[in-house]
């Protein structure tokens, strides 16, 4: 089956820029979905479809994809930010999987 | 507003059933496909199944296929996972989760409801 690989943590300074990644087979053939999820709480989708911002989150997030791998980026990032992060992707045009997710720490 | 609410989690044996069950508000439910993933304990996303708008088509994940059902009732507008032969592998929280398309297609959940814990154990 298809896997998606993340880094289990990313650490930054506030203010600095996140990358957290993704990777996976020919993961530049599919879209890839960004979502966070914040200790407690549902996920919440970033991205989608690479690259797109749904309405409301921070421009701050952006995303891109790749060769094998996409990447979710946080400019200037704030402590507010510090989540577990995950990509997804479709595996067939009926199944889907996420990454293993990324813990992001603000520090 | 859109709103999910789970509810029918709890403590269950191995080797048992629950049924889940996800209301939805806020939204023309039947318009749009819907899905369920859990969470084990400290661990990551995990996709379960995913059915039409219509409930006419469905997919699972090879872990529950065959085990669970995922079924709705457009009318209560109500979403529904039948989960058998129950091991701990399938504990977890369980999130039900609105599509943005009516069909099983590249799509991703733009709403998720605050999740159900199913607790598998004697």
């Known amino acids: 089956s298809y896997e998606l690989t993340q880094p289990p943590s990313v650490s930054v300074s506030p203010g600095q820029t996140a990358s957290i990644t993704c990777s996976g087979d020919?993961?530049?053939?599919?879209?890839v979905y960004w979502y966070l999820q914040r200790p407690g709480q549902s996920p919440v989708v970033v991205i989608y479809?690479?690259?797109k911002r749904p309405s409301g989150i921070p421009e701050r997030f952006s995303g891109s994809n790749s060769g094998e791998i996409a990447t979710l980026t946080i400019s200037g990032t704030q402590p507010v930010d510090e989540a577990d992060y995950y990509c997804?992707?479709?595996?067939?045009?009926?199944?889907?999987?996420f990454g293993g997710g990324t813990k992001l720490t603000v520090l | 507003e859109v709103q999910l609410l789970e509810s029918g989690g709890g403590l269950v044996n191995p080797g048992g059933s629950l049924t889940l069950s996800c209301t939805a508000s806020?939204?023309?439910?039947?318009?749009?496909?819907m899905s369920w993933v859990r969470q084990a304990p400290g661990k990551g996303l995990e996709w379960v199944a995913i059915?039409?708008?219509?409930?006419?088509?469905?997919s699972y994940a090879d872990s529950v296929k065959g085990r669970f059902t995922i079924s709705r009732d457009n009318s209560k507008s109500t979403l529904f996972l039948q989960m058998n032969s129950l091991s701990a592998e399938d504990m977890a929280i369980y999130y039900c989760?609105?599509?943005?398309?009516?069909?099983?297609?590249?799509?991703?959940?733009?709403?998720w409801g605050q999740g159900t814990l199913v607790t598998v154990s004697s």
């Open positions: 020919k993961l530049r053939d599919k879209y």
């Open positions: 059915l039409t708008g219509s409930g006419s088509s469905t």
């Open positions: 806020g939204f023309s439910f039947s318009n749009y496909a």
């Open positions: 479809q690479d690259t």
């Open positions: 997804q992707a479709w595996d067939t045009s009926t199944t889907l999987v």
């Open positions: 989760a609105k599509a943005t398309q009516w069909l099983i297609s590249e799509d991703w959940f733009d709403h």
